[in-house]
């Protein structure tokens, strides 16, 4: 079954074009949840005005002084990256059964989605957008750690974006020792499921010359990156 292409949420700020999946495989990730649960923190306005005094913190804390617009482009930032968990869930599913890791793959998301369902988690749910930081931060680190041992282990990208920059932003937003405790999470989950050993196995002489390509498993070229830019305001990006 093929899929068609359409735009996700961070499309129109990284021109990225993304991957819309059929039907079937909607059903077997179920994300409805998780998007419920973005959906109503996203449209809460109290909760997008505690995002942007938490943005000035952040910028403070950055040794800046940000200015509204550079705000509203930092809640724009972390609205994105939230709602783009429940689609790279699907891409790993896809991505996991093109080579064979579904298994370990299905473990990694489970653990993934009882966590956004753990109201009383690192960060509780019930402060709203900010309620969701450390559930999306948790997930998309997470799918990217799988991601880089895939890519050092076969030399090709399994997921056609590198969320890496993006996961550093949000780290920077969260802040310790919140971002300490949730790597934990996020090392103990990839060990538990035995998806590191699993992914080892791929690097074979045999395989290294079937992934020598470096492009994706999408045959989409090299992974591309979320845009960070807008957030020099906020003095989030990389050093």
Same mark, same amino acid.
């Given at each position: 079954m093929e899929a068609k292409l359409?735009?996700?949420?961070?499309?129109?700020?990284?021109?990225?074009?993304?991957?819309?999946?059929?039907?079937?495989?909607?059903?077997?990730?179920?994300?409805?949840?998780?998007?419920?649960?973005?959906?109503?923190?996203? &449209? !809460?306005?109290?909760?997008?005005?505690? *995002?942007?005094?938490?943005?000035?913190?952040?910028?403070?804390? =950055? %040794? @800046? /002084?940000?200015q509204e617009h550079d705000l509203e482009q930092g809640a724009r930032f972390v609205?994105?990256?939230?709602?783009?968990?429940?689609?790279?869930?699907?891409?790993?599913?896809?991505?996991?059964?093109?080579v064979g890791l579904e298994a370990e793959m299905k473990q990694i998301l489970e653990m993934a989605e009882s966590y956004w369902v753990e109201g009383d988690d690192i960060?509780? &749910? !019930?402060?709203?957008?900010?309620?969701? *930081?450390?559930?999306?931060?948790?997930?998309?680190?997470?799918? =990217? %750690? @799988? /991601?880089?041992?895939?890519?050092?282990q076969t030399?090709?990208?399994?997921?056609?974006?590198?969320?890496?920059?993006?996961?550093?932003?949000?780290?920077?937003?969260?802040?310790?020792p919140y971002g300490t405790d949730l790597d934990r999470i996020v090392i103990t989950t990839m060990q538990e499921t035995g998806l590191l050993e699993v992914i080892k196995s791929f690097a074979s002489e045999e395989k290294k010359i079937l992934f020598s390509s470096k492009s994706t498993i999408w045959n989409h070229g090299p992974a591309g990156s979320m845009e960070i830019k807008d957030l020099a305001g906020l003095g989030l990006l990389d050093d």
């Open positions: 359409f735009s996700t949420p961070f499309a129109a700020t990284t021109g990225i074009v993304r991957i819309c999946f059929p039907l079937a495989l909607r059903k077997l990730v179920d994300t409805a949840q998780i998007e419920s649960m973005i959906a109503n923190a996203c &449209d !809460d306005a109290h909760s997008h005005q505690e *995002l942007l005094e938490l943005l000035a913190v952040v910028a403070d804390r =950055q %040794g @800046v /002084s940000a609205l994105g990256y939230i709602r783009q968990v429940p689609y790279m869930m699907k891409v790993a599913w896809t991505a996991a059964k093109n960060i509780p &749910d !019930d402060l709203g957008i900010i309620g969701l *930081l450390d559930d999306a931060y948790c997930s998309l680190t997470l799918l =990217q %750690g @799988v /991601s880089d041992h895939y890519q050092l030399g090709k990208y399994l997921f056609p974006d590198n969320l890496s920059s993006a996961n550093r932003a949000m780290r920077k937003i969260i802040g310790e």
